[in-house]
């Protein structure tokens, strides 16, 4: 009997390519969604899309009735509420593993930063619900990219000097479906690096390169400025992204993934081949 896994933020970034490695894995998929109406490249696909929000306990409950596993791949507010409120039902349920992405610079001594603290609770409650549990910490997908690419104009705020390692959605994916058919793999927190470091610069340099070699050159915009600028115009984006920048431009990545990779299969697919994939994927 095919075992059911609840994907918690399947309509995201990192979220759709863990329902279809489950998928493709022989696992049965479902996805809660507050529109699911926005999802039908999923519904599509024979996976059933539950209406539901984490913040009403009720409709979470039916979601996550006769699931096996639960996957929480969310991001904001709803992250650490996903959170607490899987493992507080998770229990009564019957659910056997549930997993989880935070980040690869969560840590107790960061707790200063909004995100991290949020994160910090949310791994804190999964843990105390007493049943097995696998927390990914990764590092950058390659995907957030072309987010700093839009028309062609590269943009960052500050210098991000430190190197990343950037990794491919897909590889998380299918690193979290192994993490469901692997024993070992429950209890622990795995960091999630890609096989090549770099500043972010340089990545963003490469990939504007390929997709818009008639580009502009890279605009870098003080940190002081943006936080500056997003006071000034009330702008709350503005004012997330460049804390959060700023954020990482102190700290940047943290982690050994070696036991990750043992475990899961460490990813191999390198920038490069990331956006030869990207490329195909246009041409379609």
């Known amino acids: 009997m095919k075992k059911r896994i609840l ?16 998928q493709a894995a022989g696992f049965f998929v479902q996805v809660m969604a507050r529109h699911p109406e926005k999802a039908t490249e999923l519904a599509a696909a024979d996976v059933e899309l539950i209406p539901g ?52 610079t ?32 990764p590092t950058w997908p390659m995907e957030m990219l072309p987010r700093f690419a839009r ?29 469901y058919q692997t024993e070992a793999a429950r209890n622990k927190r795995l960091y999630i690096h890609g096989p090549e ?7 963003l340099e490469r990939y504007c390169a390929r997709f818009y070699p008639e ?11 943006a936080k500056l600028l997003g006071k000034l115009t009330g702008n709350k984006d ?16 943290d982690g050994d993934p070696t036991e990750a990779n043992a475990l899961l299969g460490a990813p191999q697919i390198t920038l490069d081949q990331w956006m030869t994939q990207r490329e195909g994927a246009y041409t379609k």
């Open 7 to 22: 994907v918690i933020g399947g309509t995201g970034l990192l979220g759709r390519p863990v329902v279809r490695h489950l």
């Open 53 to 104: 929000d984490v913040a009403d306990q009720n409709s979470l409950r039916q979601a996550m009735r006769n699931c096996q596993g639960v996957h929480i791949s969310v991001s904001g507010e709803a992250d650490r509420l996903s959170a607490e409120q899987v493992a507080t039902l998770a229990p009564e349920l019957g659910i056997e593993h549930i997993t989880y992405i935070s980040g690869a």
């Open 106 to 137: 969560v840590r107790a001594d960061r707790a200063w930063f909004p995100m991290i603290e949020a994160k910090l609770r949310a791994e804190e409650a999964i843990r105390a619900s007493g049943l097995p549990w696998t927390v990914f910490c």
């Open 151 to 179: 028309e062609g104009k590269p943009f960052m705020m500050g210098r991000q000097p430190k190197p990343l390692h950037f990794f491919a959605a897909d590889e998380l994916g299918r690193m979290v479906t192994r993490a």
């Open 197 to 203: 470091g770099m500043p972010f610069r340089e990545a």
């Open 215 to 225: 580009g502009k050159s890279v605009s870098v915009m003080p940190l002081w400025l």
């Open 238 to 253: 503005l004012q997330f992204g460049a804390a959060l920048m700023a954020y990482f431009d102190k700290v940047g990545e």
